[in-house]
């Protein structure tokens, strides 16, 4: 689903990539490197609707684009590599580490034979609610059980009762998704997205269970990929809840907790955390300073930005630089990686933090 707001991007990007402002400008505003966020890495086709489909790469243009990157000067590292990298007063090679959120499947099956071709160091963030089936991803549920909807409306029963959504034709299953994950994100309370989100899917007819084995590696898989060299294990909270959400307290259980259970099923305990969602409304300086006290070197957002030298003071708000699939385009990420589109999208300001 593509909406005007990616084709003005798509415009700006094809404008600035067929312009010199990139190649102009990244020697001031590159920085010491970046942090690439990636989700799922997957040739297999998504729904009709691709409303998910910012989240999915394919294992092709994975590969292509570590090749293109290392051609262009970047080392690929890993995570804790990275972060020493940031505290060294003076150091020449650009570095990138790549990021994947939320424990897919798909990172043992597609895209982990790439890392293993290309040498690359990564890092997967484990939220074991998501892994153990405690809670659901929902946005992954909504656009299935949108798409499997056979009749001609569905029902979700929240805590002030059940909501019919319109599925009559494909605009109006277009409109329920986007109604259904306004309601989920910000009417519902993160701790009953998980029984509304399956009353959902039952109400399509949909097995959700099935659904999340298929989509998400179980703990066997996370030990096995996790045995690898290449990979780190981080945190991602337990539920994946958005933390400005929840009460203080509650953040800071979700945060230790999650090292905690980490620890203890796969007997090391992260040192790297990212912030479920990590958008402003999701994660800022309250998150930053749990995330701290909480022992952990670094914490994640997915605010937009290159890594520069003054993030060694913020290393609890990182920004990242969103592998798109519905932007795949290496020009696009050149133009990214040269730091221009962090001053576009970040009202002028060069580091980016919360």
Same mark, same amino acid.
């Given at each position: ?265 796969? =007997?090391? %305990?992260?040192?790297? &955390? #990212?912030?479920?969602? @990590? +958008?402003? /409304? $999701?994660? =800022?300086? %309250?998150?930053?300073? &749990? #995330?701290?006290?909480? @022992? +952990?070197? /670094? $914490?994640?957002?997915? %605010? ?15 920004? %990242? ?34």
């Amino acid at each position: 689903m593509i909406d005007g707001k990616e084709k003005l991007r798509k415009l700006v990007f094809k404008g600035l990539s067929l312009s010199r402002l990139p190649q102009l400008f990244k020697p001031f505003l590159g920085g010491r490197g970046a942090i690439l966020m990636l989700h799922r890495v997957t040739s297999e086709p998504g729904t009709k609707f691709g409303f998910n489909d910012n989240l999915a790469v394919d294992p092709e243009f994975l590969d292509r684009l570590i090749a293109d990157m290392k051609a262009d000067g970047f080392e690929f590292v890993s995570i804790d590599e990275g972060i020493e990298r940031m505290n060294y007063e003076a150091d020449s090679d650009r570095f990138a580490v790549i990021t994947l959120d939320d424990g897919f499947k798909d990172n043992l099956l597609e895209a982990l034979p790439v890392f293993e071709k290309h040498q690359t160091p990564f890092v997967i963030y484990i939220a074991p609610g998501l892994t153990g089936g405690a809670v659901e991803p929902w946005w992954e549920l909504v656009e299935a059980s949108v798409a499997a909807c056979t009749g001609h409306k569905l029902e979700m029963t929240t805590p002030d009762g059940v909501v019919s959504f319109d599925c009559s034709s494909d605009d109006a299953r277009v409109q329920a998704f986007t109604e259904i994950c306004t309601l989920l994100s910000e009417e519902i309370a993160e701790q009953d997205q998980v029984a509304a989100v399956r009353s959902l899917a039952e109400s399509a007819g949909f097995d959700y269970e099935r659904f999340r084995r298929d989509l998400l590696m179980d703990w066997d898989d996370i030990r096995t990929i996790a045995a690898n060299p290449l990979c780190t294990i981080g945190a991602h909270t337990v539920h994946h809840y958005n933390l400005k959400r929840l009460s203080e307290d509650e953040a800071r259980w979700e945060m230790t907790q999650s090292a905690d259970l980490l620890e203890e099923i796969l =007997g090391e %305990r992260p040192r790297h &955390l #990212a912030y479920p969602y @990590g +958008f402003r /409304s $999701a994660a =800022g300086k %309250r998150e930053a300073k &749990l #995330a701290k006290e909480a @022992g +952990f070197l /670094s $914490a994640l957002t997915t %605010r937009h930005g290159v890594i520069h030298d003054q993030h060694v003071s913020h290393m609890h708000a990182l920004p %990242r630089i969103s592998v798109n699939g519905r932007f795949q385009n290496l020009d696009y990420l050149k133009t990214m990686l040269s730091g221009v589109t962090t001053l576009m999208t970040n009202r002028c300001r060069k580091v980016v933090t919360v």
